[in-house]
């Protein structure tokens, strides 16, 4: 999924980002602090990574203009599933211009192996459109509700029929975790059931960096498989990531066993379309994943600061869940009071998220603030004393 969430700017400002995102951005021509966006680990303006890019671009030029069934193939793209592979500890890896477009060729690739599908209410939006596409009975079920799910089940679901549930790993607004672990319960003893996440937000940050369900203690082994292959008695696991966000690169990920990455390329038309992320992007991309890979301290960075932030975010009387996700949804008092935190922030050199409108957003709207591995603790505690003066 490569939309992020944005400040929505007031008439009166355009909100033009003139720099990689990252601790410090420049906007409009000013400096700003900077915490919105989905950089967790700031990595999209690393020397290495641009270095990689330009050198790609003197070699291969902008594109190949052709899709990787035409020799649209380029060693950049390969080199992307091959680091990917590696760092999932997966077979194979398939990598493709949007991670936005992940839902769409899991779900895709998994049609005839499924009757009923069941979705989180806050999914993101492109899982509504892998529902969509899927041409299929699907009900929504109460967020984060594993008693809500089983109640849809009893409801919708009827003999032998097999349910695929979809979801968010972690929710794009809220920064909250589906309870994997809750699910793997209710469809254990439902024969050829499948679950599917949405793991933009978690790729890198979760489990070890490989995602929500490395967080639960789930093997890489067990995660997108073919549904013809053997597999442990219980529910076929599959998950969709991207390298846009904590990755600091572009583009969409999905990394598992040989027989199904092969599946999804064969079948795909996000492999055989013109769809491939250009060889510089590939080559930037590779550059930033291998750094995550080789440098642990990056992640390590990124969780201390989420931690501080929430920390300092509880002392001043907000409920904020102890995780480590790099971002949290804040809603205080309404969109006006919202609003007003938003801009009188930026009045003071520090910029953080408000949604009007986003999947999981209610109609008042929401805050997001986010921390990255490039934030000093000392930026930390300036958002949180600006903040705690506004609160009053």
């Avoid at 052709?66 to 599933?81: A, F, Q």
């Avoid at 939006?125 to 089983?150: G, K």
Wanted: hydrophobic share 40%.
């Amino acid at each position: 999924m490569t939309s992020t969430f944005e400040p929505m700017p007031d008439d009166s400002w355009t909100g033009v980002l003139e720099s990689p995102p990252g601790a410090e951005v420049q906007i409009d021509g000013k400096p700003y602090l900077y915490f919105a966006g989905t950089a967790y680990f700031a990595l999209q303006g690393h020397p290495a990574v641009i270095q990689a890019g330009c050198d790609a671009f003197r070699r291969y030029g902008v594109h190949s203009a052709t899709s990787r069934g035409g020799y649209g193939t380029s060693p950049s793209l390969l080199e992307v599933e091959q680091l990917a592979a590696d760092y999932f500890q997966a077979d194979a890896a398939f990598y493709f211009l949007s991670g936005y477009w992940g839902n769409n060729i899991i779900v895709g690739g998994l049609a005839g192996h499924y009757d009923v599908i069941f979705y989180d209410e806050h999914s993101h939006y492109s899982i509504m459109e892998s529902i969509q596409l899927a041409r299929c009975p699907a009900y929504p079920f109460v967020h984060r509700n594993p008693d809500d799910l089983a109640l849809k089940f009893r409801e919708h679901l009827k003999g032998g029929q097999r349910p695929l549930v979809l979801t968010d790993g972690i929710f794009a607004s809220s920064g909250r975790i589906a309870p994997v672990d809750r699910y793997l319960e209710l469809l254990q003893g439902i024969p050829n059931s499948l679950l599917v996440l949405d793991d933009a937000h978690a790729v890198g940050v979760l489990g070890d960096g490989r995602g929500t369900y490395a967080e639960f203690g789930i093997s890489s082994t067990q995660i997108n498989r073919h549904p013809t292959e053997p597999a442990a008695d219980t529910a076929r696991l599959y998950c969709c990531g991207t390298l846009s966000k904590a990755i600091g690169g572009s583009g969409g990920i999905v990394a598992g066993s040989a027989a199904w990455i092969s599946h999804l390329k064969s079948t795909s038309r996000y492999f055989n379309a013109a769809s491939s992320p250009s060889a510089p992007i590939a080559a930037a991309t590779a550059a930033a994943l291998g750094l995550v890979m080789t440098d642990p301290s990056i992640r390590q960075r990124q969780q201390n600061n989420a931690r501080h932030l929430r920390t300092g975010l509880r002392k001043l009387g907000l409920e904020i869940e102890d995780t480590s996700v790099p971002f949290t949804g804040l809603i205080i008092k309404d969109a006006s009071h919202m609003q007003m935190l938003q801009r009188e922030l930026r009045k003071r050199g520090i910029i953080i998220a408000y949604a009007k409108v986003y999947s999981g957003v209610a109609s008042a709207g929401q805050l997001r603030i986010a921390v990255s591995s490039a934030h000093t603790e000392s930026m930390i505690d300036r958002l949180l004393r600006e903040f705690a003066s506004l609160l009053g």
